[in-house]
């Protein structure tokens, strides 16, 4: 009998466990993956109409695009570098633009900016006046109250929101947005 070291004895036995683990792991595993395609329940059917339901309109991201390329543009024509964010109606951000130079802090301000513009169905500007009123405004999470949001509507509804931030106004910023809103007019 050839005598092995206890280091040989150890390596082999945990050689020995890892194998029996793995093959033990693929067939629990193959049983789970057959088992969860029997057990499954088939898709259930239901009919919803009327007021059960709820249709919303969005912008489609070619045209969410070509709105913050145009709020871009004329940051760019006036020297200003800018980020641009264009969400839809429920503030999910469809289109993000970081322009050359456009400080660290832009992009998330541009975001923040539009969404509460879409939120609120108006311009960050007129929302920046509503906060004398309800200055707990501003603890709502996602919100940036400062100009440079604007609302893109269809039949005064809210389906957008464009955000500017970088340059050195929320005015400028916001002129920046309506840029953006303008070129979905054309």
């Known amino acids: 009998m050839i005598k092995s070291s206890t280091r040989a004895r150890v390596l082999g036995g945990a050689l ?13 595993s193959a049983n789970a993956d057959t088992a969860g395609a029997a057990a499954a329940p088939a898709a259930v059917k239901a009919e919803a109409g009327g007021k059960d339901v709820v249709e919303s309109s969005h912008l489609t991201v070619a045209a969410a695009t070509r709105a913050a390329l145009a709020a871009m543009d004329a940051a760019g ?12 109606r429920n503030g999910n951000t469809v289109v993000a633009l970081r322009g050359d130079g456009a400080g660290p802090q832009s992009p998330e301000s541009a ?3 539009a969404f509460t513009a879409v939120s609120w169905n108006a311009p960050t500007s007129e929302l920046v006046k509503r906060l ?7 603890d709502i999470p996602g ?3 400062l100009g440079g949001g604007a609302p893109v509507q269809v039949k005064g509804a809210p389906v957008a929101g464009i955000g500017v931030a970088g340059a050195p106004s929320g005015d400028l910023d916001e002129q920046f947005a309506q840029a953006g809103a303008a070129a979905l007019a054309k």
Not at 16 to 28: I, N, R, Y
């Open 132 to 138: 004398a009123q309800t200055p707990n405004l501003k």
């Open 77 to 88: 024509k006036g020297g200003y570098k800018v980020s641009v964010s264009v969400v839809d």
């Open 111 to 113: 975001e923040r900016k």
């Open 16 to 28: 020995a466990v890892a194998a029996l683990g793995a093959g033990t792991f693929g067939a629990v």
């Open 143 to 145: 919100t940036l109250f």
